[in-house]
């Protein structure tokens, strides 16, 4: 029998591209994986999306604790109302595990594997459990350092940073997404995680002429157009409203189309409404993840507006980056760390001051006056694509999962992130 990989991810709308590939490497290469995403989902689904069985999931509020203790008494609804009360209270201050802690743990013991694999800090504590329980490796993939994230309050900040300090050393493989933050989790706890850049797949197709045509049509522009390219989540924390503005000082026959979804679309989209300049941006909603470089491919310069508001967005080496480049795309960019390393390296990205919108826009137009410079880049970005892919990270996956536990027969040898 294949080795069986459980992971878990907190993912409860889109599951994120680098948990996908993961589990379709491990496939495979002789893996069985299932995929447990999303704990607090607005409907329950069960399903195989190449190869993988994933498990999403509607929380209902409720304890299996409490359950059974409920079944034992009688039918009295005052008594029932109380003892709920009460288990509640004592279960949020005394209890390690709360009744959505139980609830994941109760999904998740349905599935039992020969390895945890954790995407991202909500849900390592439930994967260290399922691990000690079944006396196997624990792998914690972390996207990023969680509890840094400035929208979180600091009550949940503290108890997520404790969790992590009390379970590192539980580990048997840890990764991260780049080497900035491999380099903090080094400083912080003495160990170095693997590093997996959030690489996109090579595309099957060759970026065409078509690709140009395709995004022209979808956003309803005229074919001599061009295009600068915002793609992926829309929210506020990410100065997505500062580059919309940016688009009225955009040349006439360019326009800014947004590719994405979120709730902070609609504040976007009552920003440009009844403005002269409101035809300059178009709003094209989600679009299929194996669509998505073909969409990306069409566009003129693809842009990362994100600011250094906390350690993460400081930190951050986002997907849009790597599927601008896998398309062929030049890259323009806040001046933060990756970035900076991302142009003197492979010369695909611009960076400046992308705080203001006379900033984005000056940024922006300049570089697009610039033919001979973006033809450059665009060659840059083929070039960077043989080494900045999905099937050269993939490698050093699969390379940590044979020495933490080989998919079939080969002999098991042990992989822990050890002090340096």
């Given at each position: 029998m294949p080795k069986h990989v459980l992971m878990l991810a907190p993912d409860c709308y889109m599951i994120d591209r680098r948990i996908l590939q993961e589990a379709r490497s491990l496939i495979r290469h002789g893996y069985?994986?299932?995929?447990?995403?999303?704990?607090?989902?607005?409907?329950?689904?069960h399903y195989c999306q190449d190869g993988i069985a994933i498990h999403r999931y509607t929380y209902d509020w409720d304890d299996e604790r409490l359950k059974k203790l409920r079944a034992l008494l009688p039918a009295n609804e005052p008594l029932q109302r109380w003892v709920n009360k009460m288990f509640m209270r004592v279960a949020r201050r005394l209890l390690p595990f709360s009744p959505f802690?139980?609830?994941?743990?109760?999904?998740?013991?349905?599935?039992?594997?020969?390895?945890?694999?954790?995407?991202?800090?909500?849900?390592?504590?439930?994967?260290?459990?399922?691990?000690?329980?079944?006396?196997?490796?624990?792998?914690?993939?972390?996207?990023?350092?969680?509890?840094?994230?400035?929208?979180?309050?600091?009550?949940?900040?503290?108890?997520?940073?404790?969790?992590?300090?009390?379970?590192?050393?539980?580990?048997?493989l840890f990764i991260t997404v780049n080497q900035?933050?491999?380099?903090?989790?080094?400083?912080?706890?003495?160990?170095?995680?693997?590093?997996?850049?959030?690489?996109?797949?090579?595309?099957?197709?060759?970026?065409?002429?078509?690709?140009?045509?395709?995004?022209?049509?979808?956003?309803?522009?005229?074919?001599?157009?061009?295009?600068?390219?915002?793609?992926?989540?829309?929210?506020?924390?990410?100065?997505?409203?500062?580059?919309?503005?940016?688009?009225?000082?955009?040349?006439?026959?360019?326009?800014?189309?947004?590719?994405?979804?979120?709730?902070?679309?609609?504040?976007?989209?009552?920003?440009?409404?009844g403005q002269p300049w409101q035809h300059k941006v178009r709003f094209l909603g989600r679009i299929e993840p194996e669509d998505i470089l073909a969409f990306t491919a069409g566009a003129d310069l693809g842009v990362i507006p994100y600011l250094p508001i906390d350690l993460n967005h400081?930190?951050?080496?986002?997907?849009?980056?790597?599927?601008?480049?896998?398309?062929?795309?030049?890259?323009?960019?806040?001046?933060?760390?990756?970035?900076?390393?991302?142009?003197?390296?492979?010369?695909?990205?611009?960076?400046?001051?992308?705080?203001?919108?006379?900033?984005?826009?000056?940024?922006?137009?300049?570089?697009?006056?610039?033919?001979?410079r973006l033809r450059m880049m665009r060659q840059a970005c083929m070039q960077a694509a043989q080494i900045l892919n999905w099937e050269v990270e993939s490698c050093k996956l699969l390379e940590a999962y044979r020495r933490l536990a080989p998919p079939r027969s080969e002999r098991r040898t042990s992989l822990a992130v050890t002090p340096q």
């Open positions: 069985r994986v299932t995929l447990l995403s999303g704990f607090e989902c607005s409907t329950e689904a802690d139980m609830f994941v743990l109760s999904k998740a013991r349905q599935y039992a594997a020969d390895v945890i694999h954790v995407h991202d800090l909500p849900l390592l504590k439930h994967g260290a459990r399922l691990a000690a329980e079944w006396r196997v490796p624990l792998v914690f993939d972390a996207h990023e350092i969680y509890y840094e994230q400035e929208s979180l309050a600091p009550r949940i900040q503290r108890s997520l940073r404790r969790q992590e300090q009390h379970l590192v050393r539980r580990l048997h900035a933050i491999a380099d903090w989790y080094q400083d912080k706890y003495a160990m170095q995680p693997l590093v997996l850049m959030n690489c996109a797949e090579t595309p099957a197709d060759q970026v065409t002429s078509e690709n140009q045509l395709r995004l022209r049509q979808r956003a309803g522009l005229p074919a001599p157009s061009r295009v600068v390219l915002y793609q992926g989540w829309i929210s506020g924390e990410r100065n997505i409203g500062t580059l919309v503005q940016a688009a009225a000082s955009f040349p006439e026959d360019t326009y800014l189309v947004l590719i994405g979804y979120g709730e902070y679309e609609k504040t976007l989209q009552a920003m440009v409404e400081r930190l951050c080496s986002p997907n849009k980056f790597f599927e601008y480049v896998q398309s062929g795309v030049p890259v323009v960019a806040h001046e933060l760390p990756f970035f900076r390393q991302m142009a003197q390296q492979y010369g695909v990205v611009v960076v400046g001051d992308l705080s203001t919108t006379p900033g984005v826009a000056h940024v922006i137009t300049t570089l697009l006056t610039q033919h001979d």
